[in-house]
């Protein structure tokens, strides 16, 4: 049984690559500019991926790059030419969905790892091995799994089991959704979700037009199709346990900010359980710090074969307990340091600097200046301040402050 699973994280640009990186993934999973499911992500350039790469064999770290696109005709002959360019950057796997693709990879780039998607929908040990065979080294199980079911899996083949532990989850099984290109003509299996499982909705009766009956009504409306957020930090134990080979952060689409947040968490609680099994409990500042990041209501989504992860109508938007402000570049001798500002902030405002391994400070903003000297009475977004920061502040540490509602 494996006992140390891999922490997988989301990167979709070179930026967050980085963070996630420094904040203490152990792989990262990246998207590049053709035959992805994030089409609206950054994504990377190829000169960006050998960068990345570059950057990962640097840090002992491994890249995976997300093939996962059902092509369509006519789209073979680009495929093919796409990863003829992407084999000399020697990436660590590639993460496909379609048969095609994989035949495709195999072909163009013989040898190299191949890891299936979620999007496969693989839910048995049969599929498992069929894909095995098909020359899959890891598959990303289901998301509709519980927990019993994945020891199943697991039980029953060798092949190396990944499975996602936190973010978004789709309405549809396995991201099968045809709501998107029904209503904007912009396909979820092609990359271009624009989540209309989010909207609000209401019923009309035919016989009553413009009438519009409610359906689990709040103050922001109705959201019948609305999934709560994964979060599996409480059951990191049992995954470890039941030989679970990666743990998967969803996210490719969020924040530099979330992605910082939700590594360190997933980092030093893996971290906790793999030093001492029988001492590890979930500590409330990781769920805290979970709870900063913008997510929709947390659930275990199918863990335990009986909750319901698919609907939330008891609120529909997002909660976010945190804004995101600025980020360290560089620390002086004199303990000031280089901030970027993500977020116009002022000085004698409070905020919190947060950097890996879980270190965090309070602090007030005193004196922020322009490199040159220039006082500041607000360091806007993009500008580059000078200013005093906690003892044992890092070039990689983000700024942020308590959102105040209203």
Request: proline share 5%.
């Amino acid at each position: 049984m494996k006992l140390q699973p891999e922490l997988l994280a989301p990167a979709g640009s070179l930026e967050k690559l980085e963070t996630a990186l420094l904040y203490g993934a152990d792989a990262v999973y990246v998207g590049g500019e053709r035959f992805g499911l994030r089409a609206q992500a950054d994504n990377f350039t190829l000169e960006q991926l050998a960068r990345a790469r570059e950057l990962t064999l640097r840090l002992n770290r491994r890249l995976y790059l997300t093939l996962n696109a059902y092509l369509m005709p006519g789209e073979t002959e680009a495929c093919a030419v796409y990863v003829d360019q992407l084999r000399a950057l020697d990436l660590d796997a590639y993460i496909v969905a379609d048969p095609g693709v994989l035949a495709l990879v195999q072909a163009g780039d013989p040898g190299r790892e191949i890891h299936l998607s979620t999007q496969a929908n693989t839910t048995n040990a049969e599929a498992a091995r069929f894909w095995a065979r098909a020359g899959v080294r890891r598959i990303n199980l289901a998301r509709e799994l519980g927990l019993e079911e994945i020891r199943a899996v697991r039980a029953a083949t060798d092949v190396e089991l990944e499975v996602f532990v936190h973010g978004a989850m789709c309405v549809a099984m396995s991201g099968r959704c045809l709501l998107s290109a029904a209503m904007t003509d912009r396909g979820a299996n092609r990359g271009l979700c624009t989540q209309p499982c989010r909207w609000s909705y209401a019923l009309v009766e035919k016989t009553r037009p413009g009438q519009y009956f409610p359906i689990e009504e709040d103050a922001r409306g109705s959201y019948v199709l609305n999934s709560r957020d994964l979060c599996l930090l409480e059951q990191l134990p049992q995954l470890v346990e039941a030989g679970i080979d990666s743990l998967k952060i969803e996210g490719r689409m969020k924040s530099r900010y979330y992605v910082a947040a939700v590594t360190r968490v997933y980092r030093q609680a893996l971290d906790r359980y793999l030093e001492h099994p029988g001492a590890w409990h979930c500590r409330p500042s990781w769920r805290k710090e979970l709870e900063s990041v913008s997510h929709r209501p947390y659930s275990t989504g199918f863990f335990f074969g009986k909750e319901d992860p698919q609907l939330q109508p008891d609120h529909g938007g997002y909660i976010r307990r945190c804004d995101f402000v600025g980020e360290v570049t560089r620390v002086e001798t004199d303990g000031r340091g280089v901030v970027i500002g993500r977020n116009r902030f002022f000085p004698g405002e409070t905020l919190e600097l947060i950097g890996p391994g879980m270190r965090q400070a309070c602090f007030e903003v005193r004196e922020p200046t322009a490199e040159d000297g220039t006082p500041l009475p607000v360091v806007q977004p993009n500008a580059r301040a000078l200013l005093p920061l906690p003892a044992g502040a890092q070039a990689g540490d983000l700024l942020r402050r308590d959102r105040v509602e209203g």
